[in-house]
């Protein structure tokens, strides 16, 4: 028996919801969604035409950067970075650029070397969960943004499903718990959701390698059908780092992995 590239299937639950995925990396991020109709098979559209960039429509990238006045107040984020007026404001205001904080949360044994540049100072009085949540809070937006610009009556849609959102955020390989449930609290101050059981229960997490495998089999990069104890290894090229990924096909209905390698970057 062997496995071949599977058919999206439709929805299997009995409400209608809303899928928001982010994408939050060290010098670019990005966004995408699903609209969860029972029945209906869920089609994935990618957030672009962010604000700030609506000159590039087709772009699905924005850099993760945030200006903060001296009180500590949002002054821009992602795309808006490259409004002109914007940046000669912040020079006048002197506003502090926030970039690459992201490596704040890594875990302590982690290897430093795997940064280019230095990590910007945080504006005074803000821990890396409320800079993070500050920037969850702006691609949220502008998922909901695209949503309703591009789902025929988006309005009334968002009304019904605001309270059922799911929200998959990406982690880097090798975090762990501290690491996600410090991004479930940046979620909540960003005001993804309220920080109630209902709230925390819709925030999941996906490890990076695991998206990249997924996206590698949903998207048929893989030319051969795969069998049980085939060995899959997806190497991410970033901005920052390589990561490489290894993983052993257990099973096939359903498809099975299970990490023969640890996942390592350079």
Known sequence: ???????????????????????????????????????????????SGYQGQEFQASSTKVPTVIYYDAQGVVKAVGGEIYDPEL????????????ERFKPLLKPSNQNDSLISAPIAPLPQGKLVIDVVGDFLGYMFRS???HFQQQVMDGNSFMERVKNKVIY????????????????????????????????????????????SLRWCLA???????????????????GANTITTSSYDVTGLSPLSFRESRASNGR
């Open 87 to 98: 940046i000669s404001e912040a020079k006048e205001e002197r506003w502090t650029k926030i």
């Open 1 to 47: 028996m062997t496995y071949r590239k599977p058919e999206r299937q439709p929805y299997r639950g009995t409400e209608l919801s809303l899928a928001i995925a982010i994408d939050f990396g060290i010098t670019f991020s990005g966004a995408s969604w699903a609209l969860l109709e029972p029945g209906q098979i869920p089609e994935i559209m990618d957030v």
């Open 168 to 211: 998959v955020l990406s982690f880097d390989n090798g975090w762990d718990t501290f690491q996600q449930d410090c991004m479930r609290r940046a979620a909540i101050s960003g005001g993804l959701v309220p920080d109630t059981d209902d709230g925390r229960s819709r925030i999941h997490f996906v490890s990076e390698a695991e998206a």
């Open 219 to 237: 998207n048929g990069v893989l030319k051969r059908t795969l069998m049980v104890g085939d060995r899959v290894v997806v190497i991410d090229a």
């Open 143 to 145: 998922a909901l943004d």
